[in-house]
C-alpha cells in the first residue's frame, strides 16, 4: 500500500531563517506530487506541483521554492522565512493519468516567530 | 474559472442522525470529476469520496453517500448515522482540467461539523 510521509511535523523559525520541508512516498512510481498551505481556519492553497523529477510548476508567486530530485522525494524551501509563511503545509500525492484524487500527508505546522 | 461553493461555515447533528453538507460547482468542462475531504482536528485530509461527471450513480462509500444533482451543479455529501467521530472539517473539491495526466483541485472554503453526543 502507498504511503506518504512529511517532516518534520511542527517547526518553529525566525524571520530571516532558511526552510526546508520533505516529504517522501512509498508503495507507488511516477506520482504527482503537490505543496499546499493552510492558513488557520482556512481552505487549502496549492504552491506547487510536479508531473516528475525535475519539473515544478508555481501557482502563486511567494517566497517559496520546490524541487523534486527524486521520483517520490518533494522539497519544499525557502532561503529567508517571512511572518506571513506561517501556515500549515501539507504535501500530498495522486495517480499520474488517474481519476485526480489527491491523498495527504500529515502536514507540518510551521510558525515563523 | 471552475470554482466550489460551500455555504454552510458550520453544522451540528446529534449523534446517530443523518447529515447533508452542501456543495455547488461550476465549470464549463463537460469531463470533471468532485471529491469529498475529511480533516480532523489533528490536520490530515482524509479522502473520502469520487464522483465522476459521466458516472450513472451517486457514489457510496460505507456511510458517505454524494448526492450528485447535475442540472443544478451540486455534490452534496451525505453522512448516515452519524458519530462523534465524524466532527471535523469537510472540503469538496473538484478536479481541474489539465493535461498530460496531471490534475490540480480546487477546494471549497470547507464546513464545519460537530456532532452533539
Known amino acids: 500500500s502507498q504511503t506518504i510521509h512529511q517532516w518534520p511535523a511542527t517547526l518553529v523559525q525566525p524571520v530571516g531563517s532558511p526552510l526546508s520541508l520533505e516529504c517522501t512516498v512509498e508503495?507507488?512510481?511516477?506520482?504527482?506530487l503537490y505543496w499546499y498551505r493552510q492558513a488557520a481556519g482556512r481552505g487549502l492553497q496549492l504552491l506547487f506541483y510536479s508531473v516528475g523529477i525535475g519539473q515544478i510548476s508555481s501557482e502563486v508567486p511567494q517566497n517559496l521554492s520546490a524541487s523534486r530530485p527524486q521520483d517520490r522525494q518533494f522539497i519544499l524551501s525557502s532561503k529567508k522565512l517571512l511572518l506571513s509563511d506561517s501556515g500549515f503545509y501539507l504535501c500530498?500525492?495522486?495517480?499520474?493519468?488517474?481519476?485526480?484524487?489527491?491523498?495527504f500527508g500529515p502536514g507540518t505546522r510551521l510558525t515563523v516567530t | 474559472a471552475q470554482k466550489i461553493t460551500q455555504t454552510q461555515p458550520g453544522m451540528f447533528v446529534q449523534e446517530k442522525e443523518a447529515v447533508t453538507l452542501d456543495c455547488t460547482y461550476d465549470?464549463?468542462?463537460?469531463?470533471?470529476?468532485l471529491f469529498w475531504y475529511k480533516q480532523p482536528s489533528s490536520g490530515e485530509m482524509i479522502f473520502l469520496i469520487y464522483q465522476g461527471s459521466y458516472d450513472q450513480q451517486n457514489a457510496t462509500e460505507g456511510r458517505y453517500s454524494l448526492n450528485f444533482q447535475k442540472a443544478r451543479k451540486s455534490a452534496n455529501l451525505v453522512i448516515s448515522a452519524s458519530q462523534l467521530g465524524d466532527s471535523a472539517m469537510y472540503f469538496c473539491a473538484m478536479r481541474d482540467p489539465s493535461g498530460a495526466g496531471s490534475y490540480q483541485l480546487t477546494f471549497g472554503k470547507g464546513t464545519k461539523l460537530s456532532v452533539i453526543p
Open positions: 500530498a500525492w495522486s495517480v499520474f493519468g488517474g481519476r485526480g484524487e489527491q491523498y
Open positions: 508503495g507507488t512510481s511516477n506520482p504527482n
Open positions: 465549470t464549463s468542462d463537460p469531463s470533471y470529476g
